[in-house]
């Protein structure tokens, strides 16, 4: 009988207060390598928060695990860039690297991975929404991360934008086996793409498979009303 592989992230007995409130309290779940996991909930249920608990940055009771080999990379959910900003891309780059002691080819191999070349020597505060989102993913795999921890990167994107940020996550899942921790107000997004879903709502977290926290009583449970699921222009369609 072969054994189930290491996971990538262990949590037991999670609970999360801030400021007298409870965010989350006292989860527990296992997150496989490799896996997409979605973190859902309805606005203000804490989900940005967990994953800046999950990173280290804020504190927290219980128990968090991440394996021994995981390097982790974090694309934030919005950085406004001032349009005076006089730092170019390349700069931006060359100073994490610096930071955390990466080399000019762990910049190269990032920068072809996202593609984003040609914005190498642009101003950040020029940059579109867009083109700023590729370029914080682009900074966040500097190193060759095993895991990605992104909040909601596509919440002031067009959807052509919006595609072309998805579709780089799941060919990196895809391809690499980078587990992706993605934060998402997209329920269709979350029913496609999504292995395992945390479902976030008045302190309660709720794991499991997409297909066991994807239907509708779950939904309507956390939202409060019936929900549709709607399709992209973007997606693959059978």
């Not at 919005?78 to 931006?92: G, I």
């Amino acid at each position: 009988m072969t054994s189930k592989p290491d996971p990538v992230l262990e949590i037991v007995g999670l609970s999360i207060e801030i400021a007298g409130r409870t965010i989350v309290r006292d989860a527990t779940f296992s997150l496989p390598r490799g896996a997409d996991l979605a973190v859902i909930g309805p606005n203000g249920s804490g989900k940005t928060v967990l994953l800046k608990t999950l990173l280290g940055l804020l504190p927290a009771s219980g128990t968090i695990s991440w394996a021994p080999d995981s390097r982790r990379g974090y694309v934030p959910q919005k950085v406004f860039a001032d349009p005076h900003l006089p730092m170019r891309v390349k700069e931006l780059l060359k100073a994490k690297a610096s930071v955390q002691h990466f080399k000019d080819s762990d910049i190269e191999s990032a920068v072809a991975w996202v593609g984003i070349t040609d914005l190498m020597a642009q101003r950040l505060g020029a940059l579109s929404s867009g083109q700023l989102q590729r370029v914080l993913l682009a900074m966040a795999m500097v190193g060759s991360p095993n895991v990605l921890l992104v909040d909601e990167p596509t919440s002031s994107l067009d959807e052509a934008a919006e595609g072309h940020i998805y579709e780089l996550l799941q060919r990196t899942r895809q391809t690499r086996g980078t587990t992706v921790i993605l934060v998402s107000h997209d329920l269709a997004l979350v029913h496609n793409m999504a292995t395992h879903v945390l479902c976030l709502n008045g302190g309660r977290a709720s794991f499991g498979t997409a297909q066991e926290m994807l239907t509708q009583d779950i939904l309507e449970s956390l939202y409060g009303c019936p929900l549709q699921f709607h399709s992209h222009a973007w997606e693959k369609k059978p």
